[in-house]
């Protein structure tokens, strides 16, 4: 295979609450999540067909949608211990940020789970609807925004790794991480019966987690560009032989029945997002945070021994990680996975003193590790990697959230 991706299966990490360790976590993944972790190569793909949303958006121009969902507060459920505790989140967002007076970029509709990972994480925030992912990066790079929301890995799916291969590709930086529990939702007009459901159109990575059970009813799947998409073309279009997965919150937005909830093959089925930033990071970690920083290693090949090195310069530091993803494409070929299919990943090399550089490396590691940047621990395990490795880019350090919020 050409492309190839594998992943340690530590985004089991991002479950487990660490700063609370007297908080007793008795909803434990389930066991097939370690194997659904180790599905790898993303399904959120996106067509470059036209936004089923009609409302203005940002798109490659950079231009500045609008989005009528303004200031208001996002609601939020931490999940910690046997209940989900319900948390208003009426002062600092999830990591502490409070997000008056900043406009975040999002990928879809209003009503996209994207939209709401963006409104816990920045409370107050602004958010602007983009056709495409590269439109919400393109809107941050360009100055449009001030930081774009990006779905990076998911319990279900493992790494989103288009999205990384965007990530990748800017001169952004990570600012704050949030995990959103994700649940979906069928959606139809009113009046309809799940029995007159002929086709089910959705976000890809929807369509994917709820597998299963579009299999069960025997419906048609139609990937569109968002899941808020997928139900204002609905009601726009008034389908009543379509049926959208959604969340229930955008059934309320757009005024559709739920005819299902739950739907999702797995029912622990949580996203990890990322806020990006222009740099220099214009967020001060709180002192009391954890902090961790994420980073790209690109190497020469022999995967595995650079990962046994990679986790010893860690490891020997007592360093713990919580991301490790390998990516190799040896041939050049076709093959699974992120918009760089077949191709060596770009990524932007802002390291040089002249005008950052788009540089092509067919092997590369993903890695999260607690600890921030300017640790001397990390810089040194930072360092040693650099012995060793073609390229070291430090894609942002910012407070560890572990919890996850729920915003059924
Ligand atoms: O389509 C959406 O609503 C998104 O925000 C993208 C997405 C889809 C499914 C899970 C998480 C994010």
């Not at 409370?123 to 983009?130: A, E, I, Y």
């Not at 799947?221 to 389908?239: F, Q």
Request: glycine share 10%; proline share 6%.
């Amino acid at each position: 295979m050409a492309y190839t991706s594998s992943s340690l299966h530590l985004h089991k990490h991002l479950l487990l609450p660490k700063t609370n360790p007297s908080s007793s976590y008795s909803r434990p993944p389930p066991p097939s999540f370690v194997a659904a972790a180790a599905k790898i190569n993303g399904v959120n793909g996106h067509s470059s067909k036209k936004s089923p949303n009609g409302k203005a958006q940002i798109n490659g121009d950079g231009k500045k949608g609008v989005n009528g969902s303004g200031r208001k507060k996002a609601a939020a459920q931490h999940i910690n211990g046997n209940d989900r505790i319900h948390l208003s989140v009426s002062t600092g967002g999830a990591g502490g940020q409070d997000g008056f007076g900043l406009r975040v970029a999002f990928q879809g509709a209003p009503g996209a789970y994207s939209e709401f990972a963006a409104k816990t994480a920045l409370p107050g925030c602004d958010t602007v609807p983009c056709r495409a992912f590269a439109d919400a990066l393109a809107a941050v790079d360009g100055g449009a925004v001030d930081r774009a929301i990006l779905p990076v890995e998911s319990t279900m799916e493992g790494t989103a790794l288009r999205n990384y291969d965007l990530l990748l590709r800017h001169d952004l930086v990570v600012v704050q991480e949030i995990n959103l529990f994700v649940h979906y939702c069928l959606l139809a007009m009113p009046g309809v019966r799940a029995a007159e459901v002929r086709r089910v159109i959705s976000h890809p990575m929807a369509l994917a987690h709820c597998g299963r059970a579009l299999a069960r009813l025997g419906v048609d799947r139609e990937p569109v560009e968002d899941t808020a998409g997928a139900v204002e073309m609905l009601r726009s279009n008034r389908m009543l032989d379509t049926a959208a997965i959604a969340s229930p919150r955008a059934a309320d937005l757009y005024g559709l029945d739920v005819l299902a909830h739950g739907l999702q093959d797995e029912s622990w089925n949580v996203t990890r997002f990322l806020l990006l930033s222009k740099p220099p990071s214009p967020v001060t970690l709180p002192m009391d945070a954890d902090a961790k920083t994420s980073m790209v290693v690109a190497h020469r090949g022999g995967s595995m021994m650079v990962v046994l090195k990679v986790l010893s310069a860690f490891s020997s530091r007592n360093i713990n990680l919580t991301k490790l993803e390998v990516i190799n494409n040896n041939d050049g070929g076709g093959g699974g996975g992120g918009a760089a299919a077949g191709h060596p990943v770009m990524i932007l090399d802002t390291s040089a003193r002249g005008a950052p550089t788009l540089r092509a490396f067919p092997h590369v590691l993903y890695v999260d590790c607690e600890g921030a940047s300017h640790d001397p621990r990390v810089l040194d395990a930072i360092k040693e990697i650099e012995r060793f490795a073609v390229f070291v880019r430090v894609l942002g350090c910012y407070a560890a959230d572990s919890n996850v919020y729920d915003l059924q």
